[in-house]
C-alpha cells in the first residue's frame, strides 16, 4: 500500500531519437533535459495520450530504454520534479513505439506527469517523455518507482485514496506562524463510482498534517505540528493515475479506475475551507455548507505550525500527510485507506520556513507509519473501536544507561468519531516514574463547536494507582475539550528505572458509548512478558468458521452478528499473593458469556474451530462462571468473586490461558448460536 522508491538520483537526460533511447534500469530517479530536443513523427498520435485538449502529442520529446529488475506494478512520474508542462507515455517495446501505449498521461499534480502499468521481470520498455503541445522545455527529473498500492478495482463499493502528494505551496509566514499547502491527486481504487456533487455533503473533504521526526535526549519523537482546515470537492475530473481504464464520468462522481487533481492552491484556498468540528470521519459525514467564522493573515485555515517548531540541520526529518473523508466510500467500509504520506525536506527560517519533496508519495499510509521507517525498532498496533473508527498506537523503550529507560507512546486516531479522553500505561509498585510528558497539535482559526476553538489545555498526568494516566476534560464537561479527534496524533512519555515488559495499555473513550476504552499490548517498565493475548480471530492463525475475520492485529476473536469481534484482555497482576488479575470481556451482543480456564495453547496458539469462533485455551478447563453481557461488556471478578487464581486452583508456575465463550444470533454464520472471544496467556507468579 505504498510506493517504495529503492535509489537516488541516476544520471540519464534521455535520447532525442526513439531509435537510440538512453538505457536505464532499476528504481529511483533518474535526470532529463529536453531543452534542444526536437519532435519526431513517432508517439504523436495515440488515442491513449489525447488530453483535455483533445491533443495526442508529446513534443520535444526524449526517449529512455528502462529494463525491469522485477516483475510487479510500477509508477512513473514528474510530479515534485521539474516545472516544465510535461507529458508521459510508457510502451512495451523495445525503441520505436509500434502501437498505443500501456499508459499515457498529461496532467496529474498541477502540469506533471504520471503514469502507471505492469513490468515483467527482464523486459524491457520505453518511456517518452516530453512537453504538452505549445509548452516551453526544460530540466528535471523522473521517479520510476514499485507500487504496492491498493489493487484497482478489488474493493467492494466507491474507494477513494490519496494516490499522489504531487505539490507543495509555502505560504508567507504571519508572526510566529507559518504554513504550507498540499496538492493531492485522488483515486478511486473501488468497483463504484464515488459521490462528487458540489454545494451538497455528498463529496470529499480533504485535509492535510504535518509531522516532525527528531531525536531528544537520546529518544526519538514522532510529533504531529501542523493540521489544515479541510477542502471541500467541488468537480471530478476522469484522469488517470493510479489504475488504467478510468471510467469517465461528467464530474458528479470519480469513476471507477479515474483520478482527480486538485493543486496546492485550491487545496489551500482559505476562502472555501470548513472545519474539521463538524466531520465525523468514521462514516464521513459532515455539515455543508461548513461553518465560516472570521479569519486574517496567510496562515489562517491551511496547515498552520509554530515556526519555533520547525528546524533543521540535527537529524529532523518532515512529513506531510493527506486523508479524503467521504460518506459513500465510509459507507462501504473503505475508510481505513484514505490517508497517504510523503518525506519533505526543510530550508530557510527561522521564521519562515521552505518544504520541498524529500521522497515519494506513500499510498494508504498515515504519518505515523513513516516512525516505523525512520526506526525499524518503533512497533504499531492497530486498534479498532467496535462500532467505530481505527487508531493506531505506536511505542518505542529506549535504554538511557544506568537503570533509566525512556517510554514513548503516539495515539493516532486516523477516523475514530467517539475520540479518546484517556491513556493509561500500568506501572508496577516500586517503580520510579520521571520525566512525564505530553505533546498535542493546536486547533486554529475558530476549529471546534460554536466556532471556537478547540481548547489546547495538555492533558492531565498522574502517576500512582498502579499506572501512569492522562486524561482530558470529558464531553459533558467541556464539548470542545482537548481529545484526540480524527486526524490528530497524541503523545505521551515518561522515563522509568525499570527495564521493558509487556503491559496492556488503555485507551479511554471520550464520547459516551460501550466499550468505554479498548486496550492494546505495548512495552511498559516491569510488565509481564508473559501474559499477552494470543489467537486472534483475524486469519493469522486458523481461518474462522465463515470468512468472519476480524481486522488483522487487533487481537479480537473471529467477527460476531453486531459487527465486531470479542476482544478479552487482562489486567493486574497474576500473582498468588497479591493477585489484582482481571479478564475483561467486550465487543460482544448483550447475551450470556463464560469465562474459562485452560492449561495450554489449542494448536500452538493458531486455534481451532468452534461454532462461530475459534477455540483457543484448551487442555484441562475450568468454568468461572456465567456473567451476562452489558452493552457488550462484562468481566470477571467482579463483585463478590473469587481472585482468579482461587476459581483456577492456579500456583506460583502455571502457565495458564483464559478465554470468553458467548451466545451469538443463530442466524448469523454456523448454525451454531455461539462465538469466542481471542485468547490470553498469563503466567502465575508467587
Known amino acids: 500500500m505504498a510506493t517504495i522508491v529503492l535509489s537516488h538520483a541516476l544520471p540519464a537526460q534521455g535520447a532525442n531519437d526513439c531509435a537510440t533511447p538512453t538505457p536505464i534500469s532499476g528504481l529511483g530517479t533518474f535526470a532529463f533535459d529536453n531543452t534542444t530536443a526536437t519532435t519526431g513523427s513517432q508517439g504523436q498520435a495515440y488515442v491513449t495520450c489525447t488530453d483535455t485538449a483533445s491533443q495526442t502529442a508529446i513534443t520535444n520529446d526524449v526517449w529512455f530504454l528502462w529494463t525491469a529488475a522485477a516483475t510487479g506494478h510500477f509508477t512513473i512520474t514528474t510530479c515534485g520534479g521539474t516545472t516544465i508542462d510535461s507529458k508521459l507515455a510508457i510502451y512495451g517495446v523495445s525503441g520505436c513505439p509500434t502501437g498505443e501505449p500501456l499508459a499515457c498521461n498529461d496532467d496529474t499534480c498541477g502540469q506533471q506527469s504520471s503514469v502507471a502499468f505492469d513490468a515483467t521481470n527482464g523486459s524491457n520498455y520505453t518511456i517518452q517523455l516530453g512537453d504538452w ?163 486574517s493573515g496567510t496562515t489562517a485555515r491551511r496547515c498552520e505550525f509554530q515556526s519555533s517548531d520547525v528546524t533543521a540541520g540535527n537529524g529532523e526529518r518532515y512529513f506531510g500527510e493527506c486523508q479524503y473523508v467521504t460518506p459513500d466510500d465510509a459507507a462501504a467500509g473503505n475508510q481505513d485507506n484514505n490517508a497517504s504520506y510523503r518525506e519533505l525536506s526543510v530550508s530557510g527560517g527561522p521564521t519562515d520556513w521552505s518544504f520541498a519533496f524529500a521522497g515519494g508519495t506513500q499510498r494508504s499510509l498515515s504519518a505515523i507509519r513513516a516512525w516505523q521507517l525512520v526506526d525499524p525498532l518503533v512497533t504499531l498496533n492497530d486498534v479498532h473501536v467496535p462500532g467505530d473508527g481505527l487508531f493506531v498506537l505506536g511505542f518505542r523503550t529506549t535504554s538511557l544507561g544506568g537503570g533509566q529507560f525512556h517510554y514513548e507512546y503516539a495515539l493516532y486516531n486516523m477516523n475514530g468519531d467517539r475520540c479518546a479522553g484517556t491513556f493509561s500505561v500500568p506501572v508496577p509498585s516500586g517503580v520510579t516514574v520521571t520525566n512525564v510528558g505530553f505533546h498535542d497539535v493546536d486547533y486554529r482559526n475558530g476549529d471546534g463547536e460554536g466556532s471556537v476553538n478547540r481548547s489546547g489545555a495538555d492533558w492531565i498526568a498522574t502517576v500512582g494507582g498502579g499506572a501512569v494516566s492522562w486524561s482530558t476534560e470529558t464531553e459533558a464537561t467541556n464539548p470542545n475539550a482537548n481529545a484526540i479527534h480524527w486526524g490528530t496524533t497524541y503523545n505521551f512519555r515518561f522515563d522509568a528505572d525499570a527495564a521493558p515488559g509487556v503491559v496492556n495499555a488503555t485507551i479511554g473513550l471520550w464520547k459516551s458509548g460501550l466499550p468505554a476504552s479498548v486496550g492494546t499490548n505495548v512495552e511498559g517498565p516491569g510488565g509481564n512478558s508473559s501474559s499477552f493475548a494470543f489467537c486472534a480471530g483475524d486469519g493469522s492463525g486458523t481461518a474462522c468458521p465463515c470468512g468472519n ?49 485452560g492449561t495450554t495453547q489449542v494448536a500452538s496458539g493458531a486455534g481451532a474451530t468452534f461454532g462461530d469462533g475459534l477455540r483457543c485455551a484448551g487442555g484441562t478447563t475450568t468454568r468461572f462462571g456465567l456473567r451476562v453481557n452489558v452493552g457488550g461488556s462484562s468481566q470477571f471478578p467482579s463483585g463478590l468473586d473469587p481472585a482468579v487464581h482461587v476459581k483456577g486452583f492456579d500456583h506460583a508456575g502455571d502457565v495458564r490461558t483464559y478465554q470468553c465463550w458467548y451466545r451469538n444470533a443463530a442466524a448469523f454464520c454456523t448454525p451454531s448460536t455461539f462465538n469466542l472471544s481471542n485468547g490470553w496467556q498469563a503466567t502465575w507468579t508467587p
Open 133 to 295: 503541445p505549445s509548452a516551453l522545455s526544460g530540466t528535471g527529473t523522473f521517479t520510476i518507482a514499485v507500487d504496492t498500492q491498493p489493487s484497482c478495482g478489488t474493493a467492494t463499493g466507491p474507494d477513494v485514496i490519496v494516490g499522489e502528494i504531487q505539490e507543495i505551496e509555502n505560504e508567507p509566514a504571519a508572526g510566529t506562524l507559518d504554513a504550507i499547502s498540499l496538492g493531492t491527486t485522488s483515486c478511486n481504487v473501488g468497483t463504484v463510482w464515488l459521490n462528487w456533487f458540489a454545494s451538497t455533503n455528498q463529496h470529499p473533504a480533504i485535509g492535510g498534517t504535518l509531522y516532525r521526526y527528531r531525536t531528544v535526549a537520546g529518544a526519538g519523537r514522532f510529533e504531529q505540528i501542523g493540521m489544515s482546515w479541510l477542502k471541500h470537492g467541488f468537480f471530478a475530473l476522469s484522469n488517470n493515475l493510479c489504475c488504467t481504464n478510468c471510467a469517465a464520468t461528467d464530474g458528479t462522481h470519480l469513476g471507477v479506475n479515474c483520478a482527480d487533481p486538485y493543486s496546492a492552491f485550491r487545496n489551500g484556498n482559505q476562502f472555501n475551507l470548513g472545519p474539521r468540528w463538524q466531520v465525523n470521519a468514521h462514516t464521513g459525514a459532515f455539515t455543508y455548507p461548513p461553518a465560516n467564522p472570521g479569519w
Open 549 to 597: 475475520l476480524s481486522p488483522l492485529g487487533a487481537n479480537l476473536g473471529c467477527a460476531n452478528s453486531i459487527g465486531s469481534g470479542a476482544a478479552l484482555v487482562a489486567t493486574g497482576t497474576a500473582s498468588i499473593f497479591a493477585d489484582t488479575f482481571v479478564l475483561h470481556g467486550s465487543g460482544m451482543p448483550d447475551s450470556a458469556v463464560l469465562y474459562f480456564q
